[in-house]
């Protein structure tokens, strides 16, 4: 059964640019979370989808963004993007997210410059 | 602010020796997970504990969730260099996971 993939690995962005992650997620599973992954602050939560719902929002900015769609893969955008945007972001999936377990993905590296 | 309190932060143990890890917290969880995660790489599920009081094994790795499912702990015994690795965990209410800073372990060997 393969895992999550996500793409692409890595990324350099310029500030101001924007940028789309994609992550999908292991079949079957329905829920896709999304994490940001810094030295500083360690993993904090960007946001959820089951069944192309949004069900929880974390506390970032609105230039980060995510959908997912109808065969449960998701993207997520980062608009207007800032140095503090740099990151390793991590994608989540699980059968139905709550207390069901989740398996990530090796994560997009972004680097904003 | 992390919602779930790990310590120690960091650990260095020689190959052999035990070691425990705490995670703590004033809420109360649906369900709390440990993770270990190797650099530049994603976090890898190791157990998922739901019961308050629930004691989980898998080998030399024991995990506990307290009674009051607020707090956990992950145990290891005679620790082995391959056991190095940054080990996090999370608690999940809402639909997310709330995650500790983590502890960073190195077994020497």
């Known amino acids: 059964k393969a895992g999550v993939t996500q793409t692409p690995r890595y990324l350099i962005k310029t500030r101001g640019q924007q940028v789309t992650l994609s992550c999908s997620p292991i079949s079957g599973h329905r829920s896709v979370s999304w994490y940001q992954q810094t030295p500083g602050q360690g993993l904090q939560f960007l946001f959820e989808?089951?069944?192309?719902?949004?069900?929880n929002k974390g506390n970032f900015p609105g230039r980060f963004s995510g959908r997912q769609f109808s065969n449960s893969r998701s993207e997520m955008n980062v608009s207007t993007l800032e140095l503090g945007d740099s990151a390793l972001y991590l994608c989540?999936?699980?059968?139905?997210?709550?207390?069901?377990?989740?398996?990530f993905g090796q994560g997009t590296r972004l680097t904003v410059v | 602010t992390q919602l779930l309190e790990q310590s120690p932060q960091f650990l260095s143990i020689q190959e052999g020796e035990n070691l425990t890890v705490y995670c703590n917290s004033s809420s109360v969880f649906s369900s709390l997970q440990w993770y270990r995660q190797e650099p530049g790489e994603g976090p890898v599920l190791l157990v998922t504990v739901v019961t308050g009081g629930e004691v989980k094994k898998l080998k030399r790795l024991t995990f506990q969730f307290g009674d009051a499912r607020k707090d956990s702990s992950l145990h290891i015994t005679a620790a082995q260099p391959g056991d190095t690795g940054l080990y996090l965990c999370?608690?999940?209410?809402?639909?997310?996971?709330?995650f500790g800073a983590g502890t960073t372990v190195t077994v020497r060997a």
């Open positions: 999370a608690g999940a209410n809402d639909y997310k996971l709330s």
């Open positions: 989540a999936s699980s059968l139905a997210g709550g207390v069901t377990e989740a398996f």
């Open positions: 989808y089951f069944s192309e719902t949004q069900r």
